[in-house]
């Protein structure tokens, strides 16, 4: 027995020893492979482009402090948080500045949701500076209505999630009078990364996650599935990946093709043109289909595509740094963006891609995300666009309240 146990014991220094070092040569791994990836990496961060602006600093690391939770249908939402510049409600919705309603105000009020990505949502902006709530502010002393504006954008939609929730706020009994679909990005990037129009962001991911729990043939993929990523997430692991020439710390794709075989096979992957035609029928179908939702349900739509740092013509020296990378991202982002602007105005689409273009100042912290200012420059042609619609609307109502009641039967 106590050969056994000494045995035992020195296995176990053993395996401890080998933990330990292996601990260490990953970590300085790690260090070394970080350092290379700064050096070699030109695109800045996002941060740099504040240039010292006072809350900054603290905005950023709230938002680097946002979750996501499951959400049904939709795949997912925020999870509340509060912080100084960036607040999400108890629904999963960024906070909105909106004029508090005044007791005997006889003004109809008219609700106002915002639907999209991280753009509406509000990356790189505080809650006062979102698209949501620079509509609310221009329309806040309207003589003719009030106007309650909701921010239900969440990172990373597309259309059809859009959609989808929408489905389910009417379902609940929610009745806007106006919807705002704010779009374009995540359309195209979420093609571009799975290779196939339609899909959600990181479709792969849903995919693999399918039903793990749920079984236990799903509990042993799980585990395998973790040990795998624990090891190919170790510095280690990332240092000989460097050393084979296939680093990719952001998953980029570096030519499109289909992800998820058994929903586009690749034998009839028709090319990048197929899918940039896609991108556009797809959220064509969407906004069709939004039209006939609103017609039910009495709402009025607008549908905006939005600008990229893609479609800027005038580039400030932080701008140009952001087209380093995958130069067939920016591709396909130009193509398609063409495809949308040759058939915008023949199906309602209002194309603002070029809306930032001669302005030579800086608008863009990232490729996709702006700052506050050329926000304020966007919604100023929101509240441009929606002020007839909205005194319509108002309108309708007043009119539709003055009717005489009807008569007993």
């Given at each position: 027995?106590?050969?056994?146990?000494?045995?035992?014991?020195?296995?176990?220094?053993?395996?401890?020893?080998?933990?330990?070092?292996?601990?260490?040569?990953?970590?300085?791994?790690?260090?070394?492979?970080?350092?290379?990836?700064?050096?070699?990496?030109?695109?800045?961060?996002?941060?740099?482009?504040?240039?010292?602006?006072?809350?900054?600093?603290?905005?950023?690391?709230?938002?680097?402090?946002?979750?996501?939770?499951?959400?049904?249908?939709?795949?997912?939402?925020?999870?509340p948080m509060t912080s100084r510049y960036l607040n999400i409600d108890p629904n999963g919705n960024r906070v909105t500045w909106n004029q508090p309603h005044q007791p005997g105000d006889r003004r109809p009020v008219l609700r106002v949701f915002m639907m999209g990505g991280s753009t509406t949502w509000g990356t790189g902006v505080r809650d006062?500076?979102?698209?949501?709530?620079?509509?609310?502010?221009?329309?806040?002393?309207?003589?003719?209505?009030?106007?309650?504006?909701?921010?239900?954008?969440?990172?990373?939609?597309?259309?059809?999630?859009?959609?989808?929730?929408?489905?389910?706020?009417?379902?609940?009994?929610?009745?806007?009078?106006?919807?705002?679909?704010?779009d374009g990005v995540n359309d195209c990037f979420t093609a571009y990364q799975n290779g196939t129009a339609g899909l959600t962001q990181s479709e792969f991911f849903r995919a693999e996650?399918?039903?793990?729990?749920?079984?236990?043939?799903?509990?042993?993929?799980?585990?395998?599935?973790?040990?795998?990523?624990?090891?190919?997430?170790?510095?280690?692991?990332?240092?000989?990946?460097?050393?084979?020439?296939?680093?990719?710390?952001?998953?980029?794709?570096?030519?499109?093709?289909?992800?998820?075989?058994?929903?586009?096979?690749?034998?009839?992957?028709?090319?990048?043109?197929?899918?940039?035609?896609?991108?556009?029928?797809?959220?064509?179908?969407?906004?069709?289909?939004?039209?006939?939702?609103?017609?039910?349900?009495?709402?009025?739509?607008?549908?905006?595509?939005?600008?990229?740092?893609?479609?800027?013509?005038?580039?400030?020296?932080?701008?140009?740094?952001?087209?380093?990378?995958?130069?067939?991202?920016?591709?396909?982002?130009?193509?398609?963006?063409?495809?949308?602007?040759?058939?915008?105005?023949?199906?309602?689409?209002?194309?603002?891609?070029?809306?930032?273009?001669?302005?030579?100042?800086?608008?863009?912290?990232?490729?996709?995300?702006?700052?506050?200012?050329?926000?304020?420059?966007?919604?100023?042609?929101?509240?441009?666009?929606?002020?007839?619609?909205?005194?319509?609307?108002?309108?309708?109502?007043?009119?539709?309240?003055?009717?005489?009641?009807?008569?007993?039967?």
């Open positions: 027995m106590p050969e056994i146990a000494h045995l035992i014991a020195f296995i176990w220094i053993q395996v401890g020893v080998t933990l330990v070092l292996f601990s260490i040569i990953s970590m300085a791994s790690g260090l070394l492979v970080k350092k290379i990836r700064r050096a070699q990496d030109r695109i800045p961060d996002p941060i740099e482009a504040y240039q010292g602006t006072p809350w900054a600093t603290e905005y950023f690391r709230s938002l680097y402090q946002v979750r996501m939770r499951w959400y049904p249908y939709a795949y997912w939402n925020a999870t006062d500076h979102t698209l949501p709530s620079l509509l609310a502010q221009r329309f806040a002393r309207n003589p003719g209505f009030d106007i309650e504006v909701t921010n239900l954008a969440q990172i990373g939609y597309v259309t059809t999630q859009e959609l989808v929730l929408l489905y389910q706020l009417l379902r609940q009994g929610q009745r806007p009078d106006l919807v705002i679909f704010n996650e399918f039903s793990v729990l749920g079984s236990s043939w799903g509990r042993k993929k799980l585990y395998r599935t973790a040990l795998r990523t624990a090891l190919m997430s170790t510095g280690m692991a990332d240092l000989v990946k460097w050393l084979a020439g296939k680093d990719d710390p952001n998953m980029a794709p570096h030519q499109i093709k289909p992800i998820l075989p058994y929903l586009a096979p690749p034998q009839d992957f028709e090319g990048t043109d197929a899918v940039e035609r896609d991108v556009v029928d797809i959220y064509l179908f969407n906004i069709q289909f939004a039209r006939m939702v609103g017609e039910r349900y009495h709402f009025r739509s607008l549908y905006y595509w939005q600008p990229t740092v893609f479609s800027k013509r005038s580039l400030v020296p932080f701008e140009r740094k952001l087209l380093f990378g995958d130069p067939m991202r920016q591709e396909f982002f130009d193509q398609t963006y063409k495809r949308v602007a040759a058939i915008a105005r023949a199906n309602g689409i209002i194309d603002i891609s070029g809306i930032l273009n001669d302005r030579d100042k800086l608008d863009f912290i990232d490729p996709y995300h702006v700052n506050e200012s050329a926000n304020e420059i966007i919604a100023d042609r929101m509240a441009a666009d929606a002020g007839p619609v909205l005194a319509q609307l108002a309108r309708d109502k007043r009119a539709g309240s003055q009717e005489p009641a009807a008569t007993p039967r």
